[in-house]
Every structure is written in C-alpha cells, then in structure tokens.
C-alpha cells in the first residue's frame, strides 16, 4: 500500500523559511517522479514544483521560482520542500504527490496517482 506523509508545515512570519518533507512508502521511489501542489482556501488546487526520479529535472510554478526549492532527501525515500522569503498568499495545505515513469521526467499536471494528507502552511503578515 503506497504512502505518502507531508510533515513539516506551521506557522511563519512573512519573510520567513519553511521545511516541508513526504516521507513515501509502499513503492519504488527511485523510479517516481515527485510533485508538490498547494490548495489555498476557496482556491482550486495549484502546481508548486516537481522532480524527476534521479533529481536531475525540477520544474516551478512562476509563483515560487527562486524562493522554492525542491529535492530528494538525504533520508531514503523522502522528497523536501524548501521555502523561503514566504508571503502570505503563499498560505494553503500543501500537499505531495508521486506518480511511475519510465523516463526521468517531470510532470506539473494533477495525474499523479498517488496523494498525500496535506500539510498546513500558514504565512502571516
């Protein structure tokens, strides 16, 4: 059974960093792209950022470009999200998703086959 658990979400002060892990169990991680989406309140969900499965290619919403960024984790099996330089309408669950492919590839749709819970990141003024 395949698993994903976003940790690391909370409150921040704009300006402010946070670290947000997916900790995925359950597949082979090495051959999954990894993607982070957000969905702030009465918004649709949104692309964040994405990552091939060798971490060679990542890919950003224009939104995050050069605040976020994402990579495979020291720890096996986890994907991070480092935030910084946060604004408050950076605010909304964040949520990670993985999906299989074969070629070392991104993906910034929403065909993700597999979700997280989400994480709460709230950013004040």
């Known amino acids: 059974q395949v698993q994903l658990v976003e940790s690391g979400g909370g409150l921040v002060q704009a300006g402010g960093s946070l670290r947000l892990s997916c900790a995925a169990s359950?597949?082979?991680?090495?051959?999954?792209?990894m993607g982070w989406f957000r969905q702030a309140p009465g918004k649709e969900r949104e692309f964040v950022a994405t990552?091939?499965?060798?971490?060679?290619?990542?890919y950003y919403a224009d939104s995050v470009k050069g605040r976020f960024t994402i990579s495979r984790g020291d720890v096996k099996n986890t994907v991070n999200l480092q935030m910084n330089s946060l604004k408050p309408e950076d605010t909304a669950v964040y949520y990670c998703?993985?999906?299989?492919?074969?070629?070392?590839?991104?993906?910034?749709?929403?065909?993700?086959?597999?979700w997280g819970q989400g994480t709460q990141v709230t950013v004040s003024l």
């Open positions: 998703a993985a999906d299989y492919r074969r070629a070392d590839t991104v993906l910034t749709s929403e065909s993700y086959a597999y």
């Open positions: 990552i091939s499965w060798s971490g060679a290619n990542t």
């Open positions: 359950g597949l082979s991680f090495s051959r999954y792209v």
